[in-house]
């Protein structure tokens, strides 16, 4: 037996190809055969059928289409076989229930030596961890393909040929172990013990929630992926978004700051047009979120009112990856272009992430348990006046806009509301986990604690998040289930760090009750009595879970179903207290006679929502021959999202200073009238949002001889947002890989790990624009004509009006060297089109406005990552990993107009040529030295602003800044010392990209009868001939987009430093244990300073701080 | 077992193309919206058609009953003047033009900022409103045949009746071209669900086509069945359409379809005059409208059944410290006769008036015929006589010309023709008498291509207009022409 086998790789093939027979219920021992010129293969599965063996081969090696006879009665298997294979040149060994066929040997040389030319080899293979079998590990001669496999005890046999047998190595592989090489001797029986692979070159990557997967380095499409080992788990965030700003190319995570605000996340620049107005709603901007199979349900507002963010008692929106505890992220994957997000079609535009959550590892019960404790303080925070500088400003103020005006004097008060609104804060976090597996059942239970007391004075976070995963696998059967309930509790009645109060009230009176700030509303009152006396609570209860059944037809073929559901119940109740300012509102109301103040208000909002989807698909994997394999995956999905809403709100109670309920806002009624008063100070609201979607999705990748990779996706999508008349999306996309490395030409360069070129192209959509858009609306209501119910026509339909296109291209290169150094450098073209709109119409139509499918932009960039492993043996051991990337966007086309203007402090606009992201305003070049007001230049003309805003308007603006970065990235090192101490360190930069700065508390001097200003506003004009950076305060025309209200933030920031130290431990019942200390949001660096005494970017980035934790902690195994 | 093996792929594929199918069939694409209703659900159910249809006729009533609107044919004729301020312990009334008529007033319009821009764009919502219920009117499936004809009409009769309104006010009259083939109006017979339209203006004769078209169609289609509660009067009838039709026969100056469609309302509606005994109380009535009535579009009114609002806004008086601004002019007053009991209609008062900076009592009369809660007046049996008589006198019928004029005459008491008069003169002072204060003068005018000439009040910058002027038209609003570039702008604006 002569296999002649040089490539190592090659075996891939072989035991891929290993044709297995759909076999095993006949109990016959024994074989009655007759058949004449029959092919082998078809006698062999006659024999397979009369008896519960398997008969296996390489077809590639083995001719079993020669034709053969065969005629037997009642006889062994060994027998039978013997009779057919007589004079065929094949021969086969029988273990257990399987035979294996080989090529027989040649007859031996009658000049080889006597010495041993064959010898039987048996053995076992463990997991090094805790002595479990491995099934389906895989052993190889090295330095041939020839191989066994082992079976579900984890035991193998195998048949050595040679003339040297003493001298073969063993190769024991298993995916996700490190291999394992064993001297053959002269032993006969052998024990592997494998260890996980700690650090995998080439790793197998989810590329899509149907189950394909791919070995990284064959991937055509761009994908980015971080393993659990990436994540900085212990940087102290609430989610898993804020704690990966920077750390993958192309994907800019937006701060924020605060705890539990909404994701935002742009992959390669933003993926729809920036609406015009405060109307958040619109088409989504996010990537599609997809957990365990689950497509997370996006937390928006809806085109209705109370349910459109618009107004002060609108639900404030939370992240909805606070509902997966990052401890609990095994994989996060990223899909960035049309190959790798083509199979998602018209949901896959922005981008998709793949989330993958921890599964239990072959083994005995593992036990976890970290805790984490710190402390936050804000960083950054804006410097204010103080009550000498305050009371100055605002005598220049009224003497500017009164007659007769006499300065009022200091009072001696300085208080700093700001340092007493914020703290510091405890961070806290639990996490323990449970784990383990055999060969058919594995399970995995995660559950995180975290307590975040944030620096903002009385705002809180708790947090609980659960994982569990269930897996069980029996032959051909899997089934896995994957569930992730959540609580959240968010306590936030701190709502008050948009303006300052003056700082010349104190916060108590002398009898130590809280003074009155004069501003009434939500926003308004004593911060530190409504702290105190309000209340804002949030609770969210979530659920994600999926099931998923898999059943494995044959080697090539699997098919596969999954159910997921994102359930979502959500609450926020907030109630101001009539005790101070921002629960009175003006008016007053009677009841039972008794004439009260309206004060106390109550508003409770609710959101209840969820999604499912429910996907099936058939996975094929087929190798052709020795060059061509193909795989690929056909399916089909459906998915539909309900959200309901709810809104009730009270105001005026009776006693407003305790919580009401809002049914208590009653009032009397007033006789004389047919309608009901006594519930006019309370109001309810519903409202649902639905959507649907139906698809099919295909994907197919080819190879040829490992060295050119084809990939093809297409998708049909139909779902109810879209018009009755395009409600089907057909997207594709196709790429190509070449692997140049696996050329003949370059199989001898050994310093090349990987050298690949890849390039894709084709179309995807952005279907998530809202549920109703292009449905036209009628509103009803009562007493129309004649007393009747009637119905009017609302917003208009668009039966045309379809999901926003995005035609992605995509290049780049993979370059590892050395097995140090990873390279990857991609360019891409994202044409967007179609993107949607509200633009006038001509009113014979019917409707004044319409939305429509009429502007189209590009988003176009380089991204480049590098990941280097300076030492990885010996003692010390550094890595370092980078990445950078530009996005440059600009509006192509906008049917039906050549620009669109916001209002001015949004400074908005789109106009053809122009990026989304322009902020659009007037150049500012100084103060007036003689007048103390504001100068500009337009078309090289000089004015004062008050005469500009009287000659110009929004239509000439220009563009005095961009919020897009130039570029963006992030940096992270890694060091460790005998593999005890480990220091790593993350960052993340922007160079780039302008703020504009709310002028409210820089020089809207008008505001500050009861709001103080940033120190900044203490600059302004007093004398002619004063040099100034602010005008002189009083009700001088101000324009907010004035450009020295824009200031660069490119910035570079050292968001987290954790070191930890494996505490050596023996003798108890700890497997491991280490301790570390960690630091978040350590340090910024910004290119643009803030003058002396000021404020600049560096202070005005963020109004609400930001949090920097110092924290220590623990983890454990056992 | 091979065969097991390529077998399953198929059966697999042909097993997910049932579930598609099933699921394409199936409503599971088909998602409604919470408290707004699709057009599709809307317009689906009888019940839903009549809602869309209530909502229709409530547009068209406060779009005629706008200020801009009902004021305006009278207003730019003559016959109405301006009331001056209410006057108050510190302040004498002044006399100023109300701001929602005031570029109008002096036929200075202006396309930026028309005070008829509303009322355009709204009666294009209305005609909208009315094409929907015609598109979706023949799928119902609870609605009998007969209750689909009359949907069908009435919405007709919208379509057409406010088409006509848009013509009479954007284009010159029929006869201001020997063919009509001046400028008419853009005539919107299709909904938004059929696309996006950037339609162009027809001719005034295609307009006038497609009106009677429309009309005639829905004549076709009345069914003498009542599908929405309240007055009938307050609904498009068989009766008021043939109203509507002959109004639109006479300004086409097709003399032979008007005289004979008048001639038919008069015999065959059932209707008749009011009585000469009858005539003031039948006007001062507060709720109800005059006994001759063939259409008047129903106020609106709060839950408990009170008037909300009304044309008594404008013409109205209550007392010294309320009323509305709109009074007659002594134009129009000195027109009648001293025995004309319609000169009873109007009540005079004595308003304190800043003149030249000195406090003045003048007198303003104010018309009994929008008193209490008047709806609008859109059809009455009076003007088909007059629509008769102006028709017969093209047809060379004098007779029945001096005969119905005087059936008008003598029922309000004044001299009867005598037959060698300038009838056409006649014709147009009578229908100027009778039809005062309901929005004829000014079309009454331009079709006679008479001048205006206001004396009594004017406090206009321009008083008088020439036929022909481009002024006797609106400027299409603005926006609409830069929105639209097959929109071609009226002359001069």
């Not at chain 1, 890849?758 to 549920?771: A, D, E, F, L, P």
Request: aromatic share 12%; charged share 20%; net charge neutral.
């Amino acid at each position: 037996m002569t296999f002649t086998i040089h490539d190592l790789r090659k075996i891939l093939f072989f035991l891929a190809l290993l044709l297995s027979s759909f076999k095993g219920f006949s109990q016959n021992k024994n074989i009655t055969l007759q058949l004449k010129n029959k092919p082998i293969s078809l006698i062999i599965k006659a024999i397979e059928e009369q008896t519960d063996f398997r008969i296996i081969y390489n077809a590639r090696k083995i001719d079993a289409e020669q034709l053969a006879d065969i005629n037997v009665q009642n006889v062994t298997l060994e027998t039978a076989l013997k009779q057919l294979f007589a004079g065929k040149n094949i021969s086969f060994y029988i273990q257990k229930k399987q035979v294996l066929l080989t090529n027989a040997a040649p007859a031996p040389s009658a000049a080889s030596s006597s010495d041993e030319k064959e010898r039987f080899i048996s053995g076992t293979v463990y997991t090094a961890k805790d002595k479990q079998a491995l099934p389906g590990a895989t052993i190889r001669i090295k330095g041939t393909g020839m191989g066994a496999i082992t079976d579900f005890n984890g035991k193998f046999v195998y048949q050595l040929k040679g003339n040297d047998i003493n001298n073969l190595v063993l190769e024991v592989g298993f995916l996700g172990m490190e291999p394992q090489l064993q001297k053959a001797d002269d032993k006969k029986q052998f024990v592997f013990y494998l260890k996980e692979a700690t650090d995998e070159l080439n790793p197998v990557v989810i590329t899509s929630s149907y189950g394909t997967t791919k070995l990284k380095e064959e991937i055509v499409g761009s994908i980015s992926t971080l393993t659990a080992k990436d994540i900085p788990v212990q940087q102290a965030s609430e989610s898993v978004d804020k704690m990966l700003e920077g750390q993958v190319a192309g994907v800019l995570i937006e701060n924020t700051s605060g705890v539990g605000g909404p994701v935002k996340i742009n992959i390669r620049g933003q993926g729809s047009l920036k609406p015009l107005g405060n109307s958040i709603v619109g088409t989504s901007t996010q990537p599609l979120i997809i957990v365990d199979g689950v497509i997370m349900s996006e937390e928006s507002y809806i085109s209705s009112s109370f349910f459109n963010g618009q107004t002060a008692l609108s639900e404030n929106l939370m992240n909805p990856l606070a509902q997966i505890a990052p401890e609990n992220i095994e994989t996060f994957t990223v899909l960035k272009d049309a190959a790798a997000v083509g199979i998602y079609g018209a949901d896959g535009a922005n981008g998709v992430i793949l989330i993958t959550t921890k599964k239990g590892k072959i083994g005995k019960a593992k036990f976890g348990f970290s805790n984490q404790l710190g402390v936050s303080s804000a960083v950054n925070q804006i410097k204010y006046l103080n009550g000498e500088q305050y009371t100055e400003m605002r005598n220049a103020y009224l003497k500017n806009t009164s007659t007769n005006f006499s300065p009022v004097p200091y009072n001696g008060v300085n208080t700093d509301w700001f340092d007493l609104l914020n703290n510091s804060g405890i961070y806290n976090k639990y996490n323990f986990n449970v784990s383990g597996a055999n060969s058919k059942f594995s399970y995995r239970t995660n559950i995180s604690y975290l307590n975040i007391d944030e620096p903002q004075l009385g705002n809180t976070t708790k947090q609980l998040n659960a994982g569990i995963n269930l897996g069980y696998r029996q032959n051909k059967f899997d089934v896995n289930i994957s569930l992730n309930p959540s609580y959240i509790r968010s306590i936030a009645p701190n709502i008050y760090y948009s303006h300052a109060h003056i700082p010349t009230l104190a916060p108590y009176n002398a009898d130590g009750s809280y003074t009155l700030t004069g501003l009434i509303g939500t926003t308004g009152g004593n911060p530190l009595a409504a702290i105190a006396q309000n209340k804002n609570e949030t609770d969210t209860y979530g659920f994600l879970g999926s099931i998923n059944l898999g059943y494995e037809l044959n080697k090539s073929i699997k098919f596969s179903t999954l159910f997921g559901i994102d359930y979502k119940d959500k609450e926020q109740d907030r109630y101001f207290s009539g005790e101070n300012e921002s629960g009175r509102l003006n008016g007053n109301f009677s009841l039972e006679g008794i004439a009260y103040n309206t004060w106390g208000r109550r508003a409770i909002n609710q959101r209840n929502s969820t999604k499912w989807n429910w996907q099936g698909q058939m996975l094929f994997n087929k190798e052709i021959n020795k060059n061509h394999t193909i795989d690929g995956v056909l399916g089909f999905e459906l998915a539909e999202e309900k959200g309901s809403f709810h809104y009730a709100s009270g105001s005026g109670f009776v006693n407003p200073n305790i919580i009401n309920a809002v049914s208590n806002a009653r009032r009397d009624d007033d006789p004389t009238t047919k309608t009901d008063e006594s519930l006019g100070g309370q109001t309810y609201n519903s409202e649902i949002s639905n959507g649907s979607r139906v698809s099919m999705f295909s994907q197919i990748n080819y190879n040829y001889k490992k060295r050119y990779f084809f990939l093809g996706n297409i998708r049909r999508d139909q779902s109810s947002v879209f018009g009755n008349d395009s409600d089907v999306a057909l997207n594709s996309g196709a790429g190509l890989a070449w692997i140049i490395n696996n050329e003949d030409f370059l199989q001898s360069s050994s310093w090349i790990d990987l050298l690949k070129l890849k390039v894709s192209y084709g179309s995807t959509g952005n279907s998530r624009i809202g549920s109703y858009r292009s449905k036209g609306l009628y509103n009803n209501a009562q007493n129309g004509y004649n007393g009747e119910n009637y119905a009017t026509p609302g917003a208009a339909p668009n039966g045309n009006l379809s999901w926003e296109k995005n035609k992605k291209f995509n290049t780049g290169v993979d370059f590892n060297v050395f097995n140090t150094v990873e390279l990857s450098l991609e360019y891409y073209y994202d044409d967007l089109s179609d993107l949607i709109v509200a633009r006038d119409i001509p009113s014979e139509n019917g409707y004044s406005t319409l939305e429509l499918n009429a502007a189209s932009m590009y988003n176009k960039g380089f991204e480049f990552t590098t990941r280097i492993k300076w030492f990885q043996k010996g003692k010390f051991k550094w890595s370092t990993s980078f990445n950078i990337s530009t996005v440059e966007n600009k509006v192509t086309d906008l049917i039906g107009l050549g620009s669109d203007y916001s209002q001015a402090n949004l400074a908005l606009a789109q106009k053809i040529g122009y990026s989304t992201s322009t902020i659009w305003g007037v150049n500012w070049i100084g103060i007036d030295p003689a007048t103390g007001r504001d100068l500009v230049r337009k078309n090289g003309q000089t004015y004062d602003s008050a005469t500009y805003n009287r000659l110009f308007t929004n239509a000439d603006w220009e563009p005095i800044g961009n919020t897009q970065p130039k570029a963006f990235g992030g940096f992270s090192n890694r060091f460790s010392l005998n593999n005890n101490i480990t220091l790593s360190i993350t960052g993340a930069y922007q160079w780039g990209g302008d703020k504009l700065v709310s002028n409210d508390i820089i020089a809207k001097y008008s505001t500050t009868s009861n709001r103080n200003m940033s120190v900044n506003a203490f600059d302004y004009w007093r004398n002619p001939g004063d040099i100034a950076t602010q005008p002189a305060p009083g009700n001088n025309t101000l324009l907010p987009n004035l450009s020295k209200y824009v200031y660069d933030a490119t910035y570079i920031k050292i968001s987290n430093i954790n070191l930890s130290y494996n505490v050596p431990i023996t003798n108890t019942f700890l497997d491991t244990l280490t301790v570390f200390a960690d630091v978040s949001n350590v340090l910024y660096w910004y290119k643009e300073k803030s003058p002396a005494g000021m404020n600049g970017i560096r202070e005005f980035n963020y109004t609400y701080p930001q949090a920097r934790t110092i924290s220590m902690g623990i983890n454990t195994k056992f | 077992m091979r065969n097991l093996k390529n077998n399953n792929p198929l059966k697999f594929a042909v097993f997910l193309a049932a579930i598609f199918l099933l699921q394409s069939c199936s409503d599971f694409l088909e998602q409604e919206p919470g408290t707004q209703t699709s057009i599709n659900e809307q317009l689906g159910t009888k019940q839903g058609v009549l809602e869309a249809m209530n909502g229709m006729y409530r547009a068209i009533e406060a779009n005629v009953r706008t200020e801009a609107f009902s004021t305006y044919g009278d207003l730019q004729g003559g016959n109405l003047k301006f009331a001056p301020a209410i006057s108050t312990t510190t302040t004498i009334g002044q006399v100023t033009t109300p701001g929602n008529v005031v570029n109008i007033y002096s036929f200075d319009d202006l396309a930026d900022n028309s005070n008829l821009a509303a009322f355009y764009s709204t009666n294009y919502n209305i005609i909208n409103q009315a094409n929907l219920i015609l598109e979706f009117t023949d799928a119902l499936k609870d609605a009998s045949d007969t209750e689909k004809s009359q949907i069908k009409a009435e919405a007709l009769t919208a379509r057409a009746y406010v088409h006509f309104l848009l013509s009479e006010i954007y284009s010159q009259n029929y006869g201001f071209t020997a063919n009509a083939s001046h400028l008419g109006i853009i005539y919107n017979s299709k909904s938004i669900t059929n696309g996006l339209q950037y339609p162009a203006r027809e001719t005034v004769a295609n307009t006038y086509t497609f009106i009677i078209n429309d009309i005639k169609a829905a004549l076709n289609l009345y069914a003498n069945t009542i599908l929405l509660n309240g007055p009938a009067h307050s609904y498009f009838n068989k009766n008021n359409t043939k109203a509507l039709l002959a109004r639109v026969y006479l300004a086409k100056k097709d003399w032979k379809n008007a005289y004979d469609t008048a001639d038919d309302i008069i015999k065959n509606s059932g209707v008749v005059l009011m009585s000469s005994g009858d005539y003031l109380a039948q006007w001062q009535k507060p709720d109800a409208p005059v006994s001759e009535v063939l259409l008047e579009f129903s106020i609106p009114r709060n839950d408990a059944g009170s008037a909300s609002v009304s044309l008594a806004t404008f013409f109205g008086y209550t007392s010294d410290s309320q009323y509305g601004k709109y009074t007659a002019s002594q134009d129009l007053v000195n027109l009648y006769e001293s025995s004309d009991i319609r000169k009873q209609l109007f009540k005079n008062h004595q308003l304190p008036t800043l003149v030249n900076l000195q406090k003045e009592i003048l007198n303003y009369y104010f018309t009994d015929k929008f008193q209490g809660n008047p709806g609008y007046m859109a059809f009455r049996l009076s003007e088909q006589y007059l629509i008769r008589a102006e028709a017969a006198i093209e047809l060379n019928n004098s007779a029945q010309a001096i005969e119905d004029i005087n059936t008008i005459r003598t029922r309000a008491n004044a001299a009867v023709l005598q037959g060698n008069e300038d009838l056409k003169e006649a014709v147009f002072l009578e229908r100027r008498k009778e039809l005062c204060f309901e929005g004829h003068l000014f079309f009454d005018i331009a079709r006679n291509k008479k001048d205006v000439s206001r004396t009594d009040g004017c406090i206009a910058l321009s008083c008088s207009l020439t036929y022909p002027s481009p002024k006797f038209i609106l400027p299409i609003p603005r926006s609409n022409i830069n929105l639209n570039t097959n929109l071609k702008q009226n002359e001069s604006y």
